[in-house]
């Protein structure tokens, strides 16, 4: 018998204008280590589709103090809770919730007033997909030709400006309220989670034209980095994608 297996590819860079990188990831026990490098992170792999694993991007809040370790403790975290992982059959919102203790306890350990992350994860179980999303980070399918914003917008815009209103690390007296929703896998569709350094340079159609081929993931995610740098590369990119075949 043969079994599903999920092919990822990751790639995590700077951006042109930003001094640090406040993007980091979890991909089937991968997370971006050293928050100080300036290096892009990138590689590719394969999974069993029935690994029950774990996929997400985070995206440490931009003009909040300390961007980079909330979104270094979202990953950080992810990884020592999946190794639990068979514990849990639908894992992503009690992990959210792990995540959004944490960064309030790194929080109040630093003195800062707010420290956070946006969150957009993708956990396989069996032939079901979890997702949860919190904040402007999305979840994308490739089914077909047809491309889908599986996650929900946690954003207020006034003007040019936009504010988050969900993200992991929201202190007491607030309320998080993740979007969080399960579905299907069919083979052969593709799932792409990203920060919003893709989503605000690139629109949905030229993410699905990109990505709507047959080559190699990491040639793919590689494109996507490539497209948003070349489009002004104005905050950190980082671009996962998740095939089932």
Not at 7 to 21: D, H, L, P, T
Not at 130 to 139: A, K, P, T
Request: glycine share 8%; with cysteine; proline share 2%.
């Amino acid at each position: 018998m043969h079994k599903n297996k999920a092919e990822y590819a990751v790639v995590c860079s700077m951006g042109k204008f930003r001094k640090n990188n406040e993007d980091n990831f979890y991909c089937a026990g991968h997370i971006r280590e050293d928050v100080s490098s300036t290096f892009d992170v990138a590689f590719s792999g394969k999974v069993d589709a029935d690994a029950n694993e774990l996929f997400a991007v985070y995206d440490g809040m931009g003009g909040e103090a300390c961007g980079e370790v909330a979104s270094y403790v979202a990953a950080a975290e992810s990884l020592v809770f999946t190794r639990a992982k068979d514990a849990y059959q639908a894992y992503v919102k009690p992990l959210a919730e792990r995540i959004n203790s944490v960064i309030c306890q790194e929080t109040e350990a630093r003195s800062l007033v707010l420290m956070g992350t946006t969150a957009a994860m993708l956990q396989i179980c069996g032939e079901d997909i979890y997702i949860l999303n919190s904040g402007d980070s999305r979840i994308y399918r490739l089914s077909g030709h047809e491309l889908e914003q599986l996650s929900m917008e946690h954003v207020a815009v006034s003007g040019s400006s936009k504010a988050i209103t969900q993200f992991l690390g929201m202190p007491e007296g607030y309320e998080p309220t993740p979007y969080v929703a399960r579905g299907k896998f069919k083979p052969g569709d593709m799932y792409l989670l990203c920060s919003d350094g893709v989503t605000d340079m690139l629109t949905d159609d030229e993410i699905c034209r990109i990505i709507d081929d047959r080559m190699d993931l990491d040639v793919l995610a590689r494109a996507l980095t490539d497209a948003a740098l070349d489009r002004g590369g104005m905050d950190n990119i980082t671009a996962l994608l998740l095939r089932l075949t």
